[in-house]
């Protein structure tokens, strides 16, 4: 049987996990977590319990999104997308990383104060997107190049930072399509009009122990 990801349609870790899981057509069984009520069999496993994760017949536990991206690609069978999305040279790597790293401790911290403005008063939400926007900035620039952030290709760069960047947009999606940023918003079009994407929102009911099997990614 296939591996068990437990996730949350909306999270943007969860959306980076299953865009690769979907793109190198790796197969899991998935469980949609409500992050409220948190099913007891994800629980049990002890440690953290956020999602996504990703747990397989033999028991091996992979506990965080990219954890789950590395495994999905040691999983595939399609060499030249790996190549493509993992660069073999160490330097691209490193950038690679870096982007990510940026994003999940610098950018994140920004995202939720703009998303969440009212559980943050000491500043305005003006204030928490401009802190954003220094991101937003960073990568339209690199986009105004290329059409990804590593070149021409798609990397796990890209798919690492679409989630959070369409949840910034999406806090004020008038003042996103207004903005400056329209190589940022061309690069995020794309990725929310793939076929992936609409693999990877489609929609499932909380999992129930006992409840059929859902194959995740399967056909739209
Ligand atoms: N570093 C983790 C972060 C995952 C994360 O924070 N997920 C959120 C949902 S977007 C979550 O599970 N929140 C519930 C909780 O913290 O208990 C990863 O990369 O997987």
Known sequence: MY????????????????????????????REVVLKAKPNALLALGGPSTVPQLVTQKGERYPESLDIVFWALAQSHNQALVASLWPVSKKRQNKLLAWINYNDHIFKHWLDRYKYADRYPERSEQYYRLRGEVFLARLDQRLNRQAYLMGDSMTLADICLFPFVRQFAAVDARWFSESQYEN???????????????????????????????????EN
């Open 3 to 30: 591996p068990i990801l437990y996730s949350f349609r909306r999270c943007p870790y969860a959306i980076r996990a299953r865009y690769c899981l979907t793109i190198l057509e790796v197969k899991t069984q998935l």
């Open 184 to 218: 940022v918003q061309a690069w995020l079009a794309r990725f929310l009009a793939s076929d992936a994407f609409s693999i990877v929102m489609q929609k499932f009911p909380a999992w129930q122990e006992g409840q059929a099997v859902v194959c995740f990614p399967n």
